[in-house]
């Protein structure tokens, strides 16, 4: 089963496996691409909405992982989807791949070349050089603003 994100309907991604997606990602699309999402969800793609505690545990592994701050609610429930469904992921976004990985799901890219390796992300002040585990509004020593460091 594959698990569709926003864009296998923008790439025109097709598989012969079974499909599904979730209905956030078709609030995300509009014109063509939402008429795509409508057509395959027509033929037979299932439209599937998560439970809450797939969500709260692809949220902690996002934590984890230090992607959460770059994932939507949207792709954390296509992420859950894919756990509870023990789906494959379809998507072309780093970060949704990353807390994939982190949680032993298939991930299939698109257009682009999918991640190479689990990252985990350290967050590092940019005015006193310190670095966190988890991303902060700012620094807790200087008050600095955090960016996303990778960690090798």
Known sequence: ????????????????????????????????????????????????????????????AAKGSGDAAELSDTDIRLIATALELHGTLVTDDYAMQNVAERLDLPVEPIERDGITEEREWRFQCVGCNRTFD???????????????KNPA
């Open 1 to 60: 089963m594959q698990v569709l994100d926003s864009s296998a309907f923008i790439h025109e991604y097709t598989t012969d496996e079974d499909v599904v997606s979730i209905p956030a990602v078709h609030d995300e699309l509009t014109g063509e691409v939402a008429l795509r999402f409508d057509a395959m969800e027509g033929s037979g793609m299932t439209v599937h909405v998560p439970a809450p505690e797939a969500v709260d545990r692809v949220r902690r």
């Open 134 to 148: 988890e991303n902060k509004e700012r620094c807790p020593i200087c008050g600095s603003d955090l960016t996303r």
